[in-house]
T-cell receptor
Framework: EAAVTQSPRNKVAVTGGKVTLSCNQT?????MYWYRQDTGHGLRLIHY???????EKGDIPDGYKASRPSQENFSLILELATPSQTSVYFC????????????FGSGTRLLVI | GDSVTQKQGQVTLSEDDFLFINCTYS??????LFWYVQYPGQGPQLLLK?????NKGISRGFEATYDKGTTSFHLQKASVQESDSAVYFC??????????FGKGTHLHVLP
């Protein structure tokens, strides 16, 4: 069954440390996305990718980097984690075109202390 | 620019009540409109989708109709159940690279 798998499911990080969130999809979708979800803000787009080797800035990219080494994998990197980055992070994949819906992963809950 | 507005942050109903969640959008293109549902501890999942070709989507007892005149895409269900408790997101797909999500409406259904 096609899916989006995120790891880890939960993460506690220290302020100033490096955090890498991983995402793998078996949908063979070209596009992948990273969102964060916070109460009162809904889903906010951090970075996205059109395919292997491409990364693009979303609406709130500051403090985050992304990496897409292959069609299947898309990582979100926090080089210097801060408490304001405590959130739930979702990865999604989707086909090209405006009629395409997204398949989301189950999320990573990140706590930065 | 393109945008989606969901003003209801939280809705509380009793079982068998009628559900109505308001969503309006703004775009200069011909949009595709989505409703996603997110159950506790999970990622959002597609509930239904409507394009300019079909105007109406129905899934699992939920219904949404795309109204170009009022630029609205409200979600309705005749009789909610406790298992419908979740967060519902309205979303707008345009000819740009991404889908734009509303802020979500948290539905609580009391037994």
């Amino acid at each position: 069954e096609a899916a989006v798998t995120q790891s880890p499911r939960n993460k506690v990080a220290v302020t100033g440390g490096k955090v890498t969130l991983s995402c793998n999809q078996t949908n063979n979708h070209n596009n992948m996305y990273w969102y964060r979800q916070d109460t009162g803000h809904g889903l906010r787009l951090i970075h996205y990718s059109y395919g292997a080797g491409s990364t693009e800035k979303g609406d709130i990219p500051d403090g985050y980097k992304a990496s897409r080494p292959s069609q299947e994998n898309f990582s979100l990197i926090l080089e210097l984690a801060t408490p304001s980055q405590t959130s739930v992070y979702f990865c999604a994949s989707g086909d090209v075109g405006q009629n395409s819906d997204y398949t989301f992963g189950s999320g990573t809950r990140l706590l930065v202390i | 620019g393109d945008s989606v507005t969901q003003k209801q942050g939280q809705v509380t109903l009793s079982e068998d009540d009628f559900l109505f969640i308001n969503c309006t959008y703004s775009t200069t293109t011909y949009p595709t409109l989505f409703w996603y549902v997110q159950y506790p501890g999970q990622g959002p999942q597609l509930l239904l989708k409507v394009t300019t070709a079909n105007n109406k989507g129905i899934s699992r007892g939920f219904e949404a109709t795309y109204d170009k005149g009022t630029t609205s895409f409200h979600l309705q269900k005749a009789s909610v159940q406790e298992s419908d408790s979740a967060v519902y997101f309205c979303a707008l797909g345009t000819n740009a690279y991404k889908v734009i999500f509303g802020k979500g409406t948290h539905l609580h259904v009391l037994p």
